[in-house]
């Protein structure tokens, strides 16, 4: 609990003094940590004041500088773990998604936790501080014992003269709106030269919120493409959506029909026929026909989710292939695209942004891979 750090060996009856000292004082200074640093024997000899300095003690010739530092609290593994918990609900779910703790231990100087999101459960850390938390750990062995994780080669993708991008997605889901956000540059820069659209996961996680805009955009897609980006690129970084404390939010939609200069009477019109078509409100108001009894089936691209195997959000098929991306950036997903090219247009020579966004609504960068995903 004490540290006393000395630059210079002082001599034995120095030390006995200073060991009294520090024995005398372990009582009264037991929530303090004792930082002392000794400096030279010249260093007293040069003071030519005369005036012995507040914070110094000299024995035996030597300085020593005497700081006193407050030792921060640790909290308890409840308390702790229940504070990333909140965090997590604040900041990093969806709404109409909430994390529950589980249960809680000590593990090497960290608390280990496990949290329930939608009946699925996942483990954390956090700082017994409460004041770091690390939302995946990776369990480090000694080189010489650990067994090597068997090689994966990444699927290989076939050439076209020009490739064809699916992206599908659930719209609200945190890490579906970071694939988008990464699409749109690339989309803007390649739509000329490669079949490239966002598609739609065939059930929802986030409220109605997220069906209702699922069938707007797949509507955009279908009617007004040349609108379509403007109007994505308006719908990722709304922040009124952040901070909405409802369980079913809904992003500020309206302004970036505006701000795409969208139809609105068009669009109406394909709501209706699409929502008619494939039985978007009817299978929301069924909840017999619901995902696990949890999740509202959206069979608009329902086809296309079964024949690429599709399972959660964000997934990325190109010419018929679903593939990984090794970083979420919209340079690692023009790079992918190009690589599927017969013969590379000069638009691939273009560099893009390396970063990865901030997961969720809104602009920024994120300190992190934003590699998860929502279902799956």
């Known amino acids: 609990m004490y540290k006393i750090k000395m630059t210079k060996k002082v001599g034995v009856g120095a030390g006995l003094v200073l060991l009294v000292l520090v024995a005398g004082g372990i009582y009264f200074f037991s929530n303090y940590q004792f930082v002392r640093n000794a400096t030279a024997d010249q260093t007293a000899a040069n003071d030519t004041t005369g005036t012995a300095k507040e914070n110094k003690s000299v024995l035996s010739g030597s300085v020593l500088d005497v700081k006193i530092v407050k030792r921060e609290r640790d909290l308890s593994p409840n308390e702790a773990a229940q504070k990333a918990i909140d965090y997590a609900n604040k900041n990093l779910l ?5 994390a529950t703790l589980v249960s809680v231990n000590e593990e090497n100087g960290l608390y280990t936790f496990k949290l329930k999101v939608d009946k699925q459960e996942y483990e954390s850390y956090v700082t017994k501080n409460g004041k770091m938390l690390f939302v995946q750990g990776v369990k480090m062995e000694d080189a010489t ?7 994966t080669k990444p699927a290989e993708v076939g050439k076209r003269d ?5 992206i599908f997605v659930m ?8 694939a988008e956000k990464i699409f749109l540059p690339v989309y803007d820069l390649l739509k000329d030269k490669a079949d490239m659209g966002i598609y739609f ?3 929802s996680m986030h409220g109605k919120a997220e069906i209702d805009e699922n069938l707007r955009q797949y509507c955009f897609e279908k009617d007004q493409k040349a609108k379509y980006s403007a109007y994505l690129s308006c719908f990722v970084a709304d922040t009124a959506y952040n901070n909405c404390k409802t369980g079913d939010c809904a992003a500020d939609f309206g302004k970036c029909l505006l701000a795409a200069k969208i139809d609105e009477t068009q669009l109406a019109k394909c709501v209706s026929e699409s929502d008619a078509q494939f039985k978007v409100t009817a299978n929301f108001n069924d909840k017999a026909s619901w995902m696990s009894g949890q999740y509202p089936k959206f069979d608009v691209h329902a086809d296309l989710n079964a024949k690429y195997a599709v399972e959660g959000s964000p997934t990325f098929v190109i ?5 990984e991306l090794t970083a979420r950036t919209a340079e690692e997903l023009k790079k992918t695209i190009c690589a599927a090219f017969n013969s590379e247009p000069a638009e691939c020579a273009t560099v893009l942004s390396s970063e990865t966004p901030a997961s969720g609504f809104g602009t920024g960068a994120s300190t992190g891979t934003s590699g998860g995903a929502c279902g799956g």
């Open 94 to 98: 969806s709404a109409g998604s909430t």
């Open 145 to 151: 014992t650990a067994t090597p994780p068997a090689e």
């Open 162 to 166: 020009k490739p064809d991008v699916k």
């Open 171 to 178: 719209s609200y889901c945190p890490f579906g709106l970071v």
């Open 201 to 203: 996961v065939n059930y």
């Open 319 to 323: 010419n018929d292939t679903k593939v």
